[in-house]
C-alpha cells in the first residue's frame, strides 16, 4: 500500500450526486501564479474576478527570470501556453554544481532525466518575467468568464464569491486580514539578482556555484546573456547592488570560476532578503492562500515558481471536481491546504537543508559535503533520484518509492 495518497484521487471518479452550479471565484493578486490560476479556472468555464493594484505596465515591469522545470512545463502545455511561449525560452541541457571549497564538481545530463522527460530535451528552461506576463494578460483580456480589475486595492474579504485566493505575494495583505500567521526561518543571506553578459560560458549549461557566503546561479538567456542570482549576507548584497556596474563586474568577476568573464551589466541589480516560510494554515473558511502568499523558500535549485505553479495545478484539479458536482465547495478549501502540505514541507525541507550543508566552511560538513560530490559524480541513479526530485517535486520521488 503506498505510503502517501493524494486525497483528491478518492474524489476523482465518484459522484456525490451534486447538481453542478456555477462557481464565482475571486484572486487578489494578477502576478505569474495568480494570473494563471484566473487562466485555468476560466477554462473550466468558472467566473473569476481577478483584481491587482499594479495596472498592466506595472505588473509587466519586473526585471526577473524564471526557471521552469518539467512539472510546470506539463502545465503549461495543459493550458495551451506552452507553445505560444517557445521562442521566449531558453532551455539548458546541463546542470552544474560547483563546490568551490572543495574545487568538486559534478553534471547533471538529459540523461539523468526519467524517460517521458528526456524526450523533451531539455533538463529545464529560463523564461523572462515580460513575455509571460504579456501572453498570461493577453489571454485573460480575451477570456469571457474573467472580469479584470487592475490598478485599484480591493478588500480581503469572502463576501460574494464561493472561493477567494490570496495571491498576493509574501507579504500577503490578505493572509493578514484573515490572521494567518506564518512561521519564519530568515537566513543570514539576501540574494542579488541581475542579467549579465558572461564570456566564456556554455550557452546551455545552468551554472549552481556552492560557495561559503553563499550559492550563486548563473542561468543562461540567449546567446552570452545570463541571469545571475547571487546569494551572501544581506549587507555585502547591498552594498553591491549600489556599485557602479564597473566595481559590480569586478566584484562577479573575483568569485567566478576561472573561464567565466563577466562582460557587461544589463540591468540594475536588485538586493532583497531572503527567508523561508510557511503559513500556518492555507485556508481560512471559503479562502485559500497560493503561491509566496502562503510559502517561500530559498532560491537555490530554482524551485520558487515551479512549486508556486503546483498549487495552481492542484486547485484547478479541485475546482474542476466541485464545478463538475463531484466535491462539495465547502469541502474545497480544506482539502486543497491537506493536498498541498507533503509537497511544500519537502521543498522547505529540500532547499534548506542544500544551504545549510553547501554555505559553510564547518569542517565535519565539508567532511559530508566531499563524498557527497564523489558519489555524485560517479553513481547515475543517485543523480536521477535527485533530479527527479527537482524537475517533478520531491513527493514523486517519494511515491515512486512507496509504490
Known sequence: MPLLVDPLTRL???????????????????????????????????????????TIQGLLERSRAYALTHSSRRLLQSLDLWAPLNSHLTTFTRLQLDDQELNRHTCFEIDDLSIQNQAHGAIGWILDHRPLMKLLLERLSKQPKVCLDLGEIKEQGLDGHDLVVAADGPASPTRKAWGIKTWNYPYQQGCLTAKVLLRGADHLTAYELFRAEGPLALLPMGGDVFQMVWSGPLRCCQERAGLNPSSFLDQLAAVLPEGLQPDVLLDRPAAFPLQLSLAHQLQHGRGVLVGESGHRCHPIGGQGLNLCWRDVKTLT?????????????????????????????LVGLMTDLTVRLFSSRNVLLLMLRLPLMILLARLPWMRQVLLKAMTDGPISVVRLVSA
Open 317 to 345: 484539479r479541485l475546482v474542476k471536481l466541485s464545478n463538475e458536482g463531484t466535491l462539495p465547495i465547502a469541502k474545497l478549501p480544506r482539502l486543497y491546504a491537506r493536498a498541498r502540505f507533503i509537497d511544500l514541507f
Open 12 to 54: 476523482s471518479g465518484a459522484s456525490l450526486g451534486l447538481q453542478p452550479k456555477g462557481i464565482q471565484v475571486k484572486i487578489l493578486g494578477a502576478g505569474p501564479t495568480g494570473s494563471l490560476l484566473a487562466l485555468a479556472l476560466a477554462q473550466l468555464g468558472v467566473n473569476v474576478r481577478l483584481y491587482d493594484p499594479l
